[in-house]
Every structure is written in structure tokens, then in C-alpha cells.
């Protein structure tokens, strides 16, 4: 098994890769829908501030690595043997365990993109759990560098530019992809 996973900070183009992927037809756990899944199952409804919320509670409460624990009891439920994605690693911690379980099957892959160009993206997106202003996007970028992602950016086995078209970015993320699913090594 060979699992790969996408960070960086948020509105850096992750979903335009999980986008590839889905056309690649390689199973995708993104670690939002099990957030999702616990704001959710706490009865609050699904939005920026107690998504935010709860995975804060629950990195204080079980420890910062607790996303990444859940995110392979969800892959060991699924019973997937081949290349896996997961989409939205925010700390060291997640990795450590991540590598800790899947040791070199593990693979990290950072996609970096300017302030202004991930401002203007997050305010033309519309997912859910979207900041809706330049004052809110600044206010989720703190709480996630205070996660550690900048130190996990840095800490990538992989770094992808992405500053130009997302027919760009797509090539990109096609050809990584494409090289790490031709040998997949089996774990126990």
C-alpha cells in the first residue's frame, strides 16, 4: 500500500488535486469529512467556525495526532490495498504517525501557492466550510501554522509550485502521481 498525502496552507490548490486523483480512479480519504463527521456527530452544524472548533477540542483533548489515527482506522475499515490518497495533513504530528504505521509507503506532498493568489481563490470557492472573508482566511491560516503546517510544508518529501493555470497544476500532480502508483509495495 502506498498512501500520499497532500498539504499545504489552505486555498493552495489541494482539491484541484484530489481533482486528478478522482479522475485517476485512486481512493481519496480527505481528512475534512472525518472532521465533518465529529462536528456532525456533536450536533452543531457544518460551518468555518465549528469545524475550526472541533478540530482544535480534539487535538487538545486526544492529542495533535488524533486526525491521523481516525484517518487509518477509516483506510483499515475500507480494506483498500493499493495507493491511497488522503488530502488536508495539518501537522507533524499526523505524519509521524502516519510514517510511524506505513513507514517509507508514506508520502507527503506539499502544494504551495502565494497569499494574494490563495486569497483571491478562497474568496471565489464555495465550499461549506469556506472562509467568506480576507479577515476570516487570515484568521484560519493562523489557527492552521499554529497546528504546525508551515513546519510540515517545509518538511515535504514533495513540493509543487502552484502559480499558474490549473491545466498547470493538474500535469503536475498527474505525473507525481503517475510515478509513485507504478510499483505499490503491499503492507501487513
Known sequence: MKIIAFTGM??????????????????????????????????????????????????????????AKKTIKKIKSKNLIDTIIIDGVRSLEEVKYFKKILGDNFILISIDASDRLRYKRALMRNRKDDSKSIKSI?????????????????????????????????????KIIEKFTKKDILIN
Open 10 to 67: 489552505p486555498f493552495s490548490g489541494k482539491t484541484e488535486a484530489i481533482n486528478v486523483v478522482k479522475k485517476m480512479n485512486i481512493p481519496i480519504i480527505r481528512m475534512g469529512d472525518i472532521v465533518w463527521e465529529e462536528v456532525e456527530s456533536k450536533g452543531l452544524e457544518l460551518n468555518e467556525n465549528n469545524v475550526g472548533y472541533v478540530a482544535n477540542e480534539m487535538r487538545k483533548k486526544k492529542g495533535k495526532e488524533i486526525w
Open 138 to 174: 487570515i484568521e484560519r491560516d493562523q489557527r492552521e501554522i499554529n497546528w504546525g503546517l508551515k513546519s510540515l510544508i517545509k518538511s515535504a518529501d514533495i513540493s509543487i509550485l502552484n502559480d499558474s493555470s490549473k491545466i498547470e497544476l493538474h500535469k503536475k500532480i498527474k
